[in-house]
Nanobody
Framework: VQLQASGGGLVQAGGSLRLSCAASGRTFSAYNMGWFRQAPGKEREFVAGISRSGYSTYYGDSVKGRFTISRDNAKNTVYLQMNSLDAEDTAVYFC??????????????????WGQGTQVTVSS
């Protein structure tokens, strides 16, 4: 599956952004999906994950209560709604697809396929 992330940009602290990740090439609904982010000089960090049906969602501790992951299987797209952004959220955000089941959404090696990333910059 090929993934294309979009929606990043520059936003002031306290603002919101919605990222999108469009999938093509294989049956989107066959994949569990995740969002990760990577800030300069830091490791890639798990942000959120969602099951194939969208019924189950998972979040990293630093974004719980502020970010929401969702998907629309009819549109082959997964979303990340980001609210109450602060400077610590500045990073390149990546979407990823995972064929395996189970709750290891936070493990990068669980994912087969990655998008190219979209930059999110939060100004304080």
């Amino acid at each position: 599956v090929q993934l294309q992330a979009s929606g990043g940009g520059l936003v002031q602290a306290g603002g919101s952004l919605r990222l999108s990740c469009a999938a093509s090439g294989r049956t989107f609904s066959a994949y569990n999906m995740g969002w990760f982010r990577q800030a300069p000089g830091k490791e890639r960090e798990f942000v959120a994950g969602i099951s194939r049906s969208g019924y189950s969602t998972y979040y990293g501790d630093s974004v719980k209560g502020r970010f929401t992951i969702s998907r629309d299987n009819a549109k082959n797209t997964v979303y990340l709604q980001m609210n109450s952004l602060d400077a610590e959220d500045t990073a390149v955000y990546f979407c990823a697809a995972r064929q395996r089941d189970g709750r290891l959404y936070y493990v990068r090696e669980e994912y087969c396929c990655w998008g190219q990333g979209t930059q999110v910059t939060v100004s304080s």
